[in-house]
């Protein structure tokens, strides 16, 4: 018995040691021919793009010319789940790839045949044909089985159901769950009812007989016959399967949306699948509406084209993205998006500038500026009226958009401030031409595009604080960054929302409901773009107008043509604004000032007003606009300390004024009271400290480039009690500056007189002598 046994246990070691090795070597087989033959599960999807609410709002073909939209696992709810798996595998949570009973079965069915295999797929084995398609042949269905483990090797269940609903074919070149779903039903695929499901399930069989609009009426009776299985095998309840019974089936092949066209395709060039955006459809058609009806009236005046970006000033998302007045009008350019476009952005960078400058202490609104000409090292501004304004506040400059005052503040604060602030704010062309800059950058001199100038003013609605608007989901959220402080962009906020304006749209009607907004308007050199840019605690909207060939047009203004586009969307889409303004924040204060320096009145200012301030960083200088003059009793000769006579003047108080403005009052002939000349026997002058001008040389002869003048430098030497000294050129002021400093100017032809006068009233002149030539 014992030696009996023994051989039988020796017999069944021995079977086991060689089937051990027979499945060793079979798993080292799989191993070696997976690595040889990988997965080809490289699967091209159509790029999507989605609205806040993750419905597709438009899509463009795979390179295989499929629709084959990525269906996400939060996407295939459980019905959807249950329903395939019902119908398709019943086992498929349970078995490794292969149904080996239901294989067997098959395989007893066909052996006879050897021919076409039919039954027995598994959802794996499914994926695995779907992959590679191949004809149904008993090897092939060896090469489906051998893919189907390594399928299930790679992924789990959840994920290979995902791969069977994202590549099963639904009838034309539509591929798998998520665009059936969409272009058959218009909606998600989490959003399809049983009777949806249930239709589409029964399309891959016969694709072509089964097709959806068309056999609606053949699709029923299938999807009926299912139906009444899923009961049978008690799938569903009784009350789902009678409402899905009782559905009718209307569906019909829709086609693609194509919404949002520039923000899709700037955005599939970086990312690829579903790009989800956080634009609110309803906003998105009612501006792109605005915007085509609008352009399509100004085409009589030769403008054609506009962009129009919406931020919500809360989410700091971009809820509506329009390139052009029409995308599929290709005469004028309409796949241009005009939102990336660098353009001259005219006077929009105004506000961040007075806003800095308010920030520096070295402003407030109700500073009074000279609005006069002025000459920086040949760089002469004009107004956009060419007409200049004499004494103006910051406030008044900047509701008028003047363009003196613009360039004296950046001028004051230093451009390179003010540059730094935009590439913190992302600006890029001003980053990669920071170099070339000049001043006339804040008149429009740079390269900016309306989605940076758009950002840029959600922060003046979010307290100066920048955040990058963001286009997708994949825009990782910044931390904020503190561009301004939150008194310097209330004082912005109440100037740009004034509606006494210049700028006010003419033919905008009364009766409209109009929401409270801030704006800045802005035209380029040339005529060639029209911005405003709005904004009130809800949106910050950017308006472009113009034309992408770049033509000028003379009717083309912020105030003329982009500020009622703006209004009228400001109107439609801030309709039931419940007109909450910005809040006076902590850190500003109100001060009583003189309304003609806006600086802290003195004992002799006569016209004070009140004006905003920042505590402990705006100027405490008082205004020192009267002074105290000894003058002779006939008021002809002005008298200093050291020559006035010890009787014989009386004492009178005279309005300072800059020798810029002297000059400006004597060529527009307003009077004013002038100091009368110095006392002539003044030893102070005879003390011969007068300024020194060491270039150009008194009496010389200088030959200017006629094509390309280059400009003269002008130096003097001055007295060490000196701190500035003011140049004339032919007797007209010219400018003001400190002793010591450089200036430069471009003489006309002929004898020039140059004077220099310092700040003790010293004076000096010269002449010199100037011929055009061609160098
Ligand atoms: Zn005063
Ligand atoms: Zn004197």
Sequence with gaps: ???????????????????????????????????????????????????????????????????????????????????????????????PGINVVAVGRAFFKNIFRWK???????????????????????????????????LELKYNKDEILQLYLNLVPYGGNIEGVKAAALLYFNKNP??????????????????STLVIGRHNGRIVEERNRWLQKFADDKVFTEKEIDDALAEPLTATRHTVPHYAPHLFYKLSRQQKGEISTHLDLN???????????????????????????????????????????????????????????????????????????????????????????????????????????????????????????AVKSLSLLGQEKMIQQLIRCRFRQIEKDRKKLGLSMILGGCGTTLEELTGL???????????????????????????ISPAADYMVNEILSKVNRPDFPLNWMATERMPKIAWKTGTSYGRR?????????????GVWTGNFSGAGVPDLSGANIATPLLFRIFNTIDYNNDKEWFQQPADI??????????????????????????????????????????VRPDEKISYCKSCAPSTGYKKKWYKAVEPEMQSWFADNRIAYQQIPPHNPDCELIFKGNAP????????????????????????????????????????????????????????????????????????????????????
Excluded at 190 to 207: F, G, Q, V
Excluded at 348 to 372: H, I, Q, R
Excluded at 756 to 769: A, S
């Design 1 to 95: 018995m014992r030696f009996k046994l023994n051989i039988t246990r020796k017999r069944i070691i021995r079977l086991l040691k060689r089937t051990g090795i027979v499945i060793a070597s079979l798993i080292v087989l799989f191993f070696l021919l997976s690595w040889i033959f990988p997965l080809p599960d490289k699967i091209d999807y159509s790029s999507i793009l989605t609205d806040n609410k993750g419905e597709v709002i438009n899509a463009s073909l795979t390179s295989d010319d499929k629709w084959r939209m990525k269906t996400e696992l939060d996407e295939i709810s459980p019905l959807l789940r249950k329903t395939i798996i019902a119908k398709e595998d019943k086992y498929f949570y349970s078995h």
């Design 116 to 150: 076409r295999t039919s039954g027995a797929s598994t959802i794996t084995m499914q994926v695995a044909r779907a992959l590679e398609h191949r004809k149904r042949t008993f090897p092939n269905k060896v090469i489906e089985m051998f893919r189907a483990f390594q």
């Design 190 to 207: 989490d959003h399809l009812s049983l009777a949806e499901i249930t239709s589409l399930s029964i399309i891959p069989n016969r694709p």
């Design 283 to 405: 906003t998105q058609l009612k501006t792109e509406k605005i915007v085509e009806d609008y352009i399509r009236a100004q085409r009589l005046r030769n403008i054609r084209n506009a962009a129009v970006i919406v931020v919500d000033n809360r989410t700091r998302r971009v809820i509506t993205y329009v390139g052009s007045s029409s995308f599929s009008d290709t005469l004028d350019g309409g796949q241009v998006n005009g939102a990336a476009a660098i353009r001259q952005p005219g006077s929009t960078l105004k506000p961040l500038l007075y806003a800095l400058c308010f920030d520096e202490g070295l402003l407030t609104p109700k500073t009074v500026v000279s609005d006069v000409p002025v000459n920086y090292e040949g760089y002469a501004p004009e107004n956009y009226d060419q007409k200049f304004n004499g004494y103006v506040s910051i406030e008044y400059a900047l509701e008028h958009s003047l363009n003196i005052p």
């Design 457 to 483: 003013f959600s922060a003046f609605a979010n307290e100066g604080k920048f955040i990058k608007p963001s286009l997708s989901a994949a825009d990782t959220m910044q931390s904020p960054i503190q561009l």
């Design 529 to 541: 773009d029209a911005w405003s840019i709005g904004y009130n605690k809800n949106y910050t909207v």
């Design 589 to 630: 204060d109100i001060r009583q000032v003189c309304s003609e320096t806006g600086l802290p009145p003195s004992e002799h200012c006569t016209s004070i007003t009140t004006d905003y301030f920042i505590p402990l960083i705006s100027s405490t200088r008082t205004c020192n606009n009267w002074q105290e003059i000894m």
């Design 692 to 775: 020194v001008i060491q270039f150009p040389a008194n009496g010389v002869e200088y030959l200017i480039n006629k094509k390309n003048p280059e400009p003269l430098q002008l130096i003097c030497k001055t007295a060490n009690d000196v701190s500035k000294v003011y140049w004339y050129i032919n007797n007209k002021f010219y400018k003001t500056s400190a002793a010591g400093e450089k200036q430069f100017f471009i003489p006309d032809e002929g004898p020039v007189k140059i004077s220099c006068t310092d700040d003790k009233g010293r004076n000096r002149n010269i002449t010199i002598y100037v011929k055009m030539v061609n160098l």
